[in-house]
Structure formats: C-alpha cells, structure tokens
C-alpha cells in the first residue's frame, strides 16, 4: 500500500515529504490550503487535529512530523537516513528529533501567530519579541554542534538534520528570524537546502 501524505505548503509536513523524497518511497501527496481545518472542507473527518502534516499508511495515521519521519526510515528501511538502539549516535539522533519542534519550531509559532496571523487588535509585540529572543538562544545548540561536524550525529546525513533543518528553513526563509544565524548554522544550514531532495520536496 501507498503511504499518503497530507501537506500545506512551508509547513512542518515539509519534514515527512523530505524524508520520502530523500528515501526514494513511493507516495500519494495531497497538498491542501493552510490553515487546512478551515480552509480545506472535510479535513476534521481525516484529522480531529485539523493539522497537517497528516500520514495514513494502511491501518498507520500519525500526525507528528519528527515522528513521522522516524517511521518512514525505522519501516521503510534500512537506510542511512535513520539509526537504530546500539548505534554510537542513537542517544543524539533521538535528541535531536525531539528538540527539532519542541525547541526550535515551538517558539516560532508563537512569533508566526502573535505577529503575523492574529488579527491587528490580538497581534502581541512583547510576545514576539520574547520567543524571537528565546529562539535565537536556544539555536545555540545547532552552532555547537555544527562547529566541528558536517551534519548532527552518526558522521552522515539523517532525519535528524530533516527535522532541524526544517526549523532552520521556516526561520531563515518565512518567519524573518535567518539574520541571527551564526556562522556555522548559516554554513550547515546553506549546505543542507541545497540537497535535491529538499529542492523536489519544495517544487511539490
């Protein structure tokens, strides 16, 4: 069975479409308007979240991007995109999965919401500014990181650097948060875009 994928575009289900370019899988791709819930009539009936991105494979729904992406390398697999328990790095990649939206994209949400979204009378300035800030520190790790590695862990490319790199496109290129990358980031993050998959995934 064909998995299929739910996606908006510039949205967090760039990260499993990403993957299955990146893997090769075959797929069935439905891109729908943002904010899908409203804008793309029946949605609720396939996701009660009314989020994207959204997976169905066989009995499998999920609709949790990192968690997603895991899926796809751990089922689909083997692949060097994925790690497994017993790999040197497997404690960092599963670091580095959880981290990509509970540290990195969390926080530009509240930016994207509070200072674009909302309407003028609800937008928060002090809010955005706040979870800008709080952002651009937390993406210190990244720089860490990436000072003495080409890519997150394991010495390759995987979904850890899928997932992180996601973050590091919606801040550089739609929320307005790239000018505070620091060099290394700005480096990594040049390098990773540029991969063809990324490219096909975005052209979709």
């Known amino acids: 069975m064909t998995v299929k994928l739910y996606h908006c575009k510039d ?8 993957t299955l370019e990146e893997m090769g899988l075959d797929y069935e791709l439905e891109t729908i308007p943002f904010p899908p819930r409203i804008r793309h009539e029946g949605y609720l009936e396939i996701s009660s979240l009314g989020t994207v991105p959204y997976m169905i494979d066989g009995d499998v729904e999920m609709s949790e991007s990192a968690g997603i992406s895991q899926y796809l390398v751990d089922t689909y697999g083997p692949t060097p995109l994925g790690l497994k328990p017993g790999d040197k790095d497997y404690g960092i990649y599963l670091n580095w999965l959880h981290r990509s939206d509970a540290t990195l994209t969390f926080p530009q949400t509240i930016v994207l919401r509070y ?5 003028e009378e ?3 300035p002090q809010a955005v500014e706040d979870y800008s800030q709080w952002f651009h520190a ?14 997150l862990c394991a ?3 995987t979904i850890a650097d899928i997932c992180v790199g996601y973050a590091l496109y919606l801040a550089a290129e739609f929320v307005g948060l790239g000018e505070g990358f620091k060099p290394n ?10 991969r063809p998959a990324f490219q096909r995934a975005l052209e979709k």
């Not at 949205?11 to 990403?18: E, G, K, T, V, Y």
């Not at 200072?115 to 309407?119: D, I, N, P, S, W």
């Not at 980031?185 to 540029?194: F, G, L, P, V, W």
């Open 185 to 194: 980031t700005r480096k990594y993050y040049e390098k990773i875009k540029a």
């Open 122 to 124: 609800r937008r928060l």
């Open 155 to 157: 010495d390759r490319f």
């Open 138 to 151: 937390r993406l210190r790790c990244v720089e860490d990181a990436t000072a003495e590695r080409e890519f």
């Open 115 to 119: 200072g674009r979204f909302e309407k």
């Open 11 to 18: 949205a967090r289900s760039l990260r499993p479409l990403w």
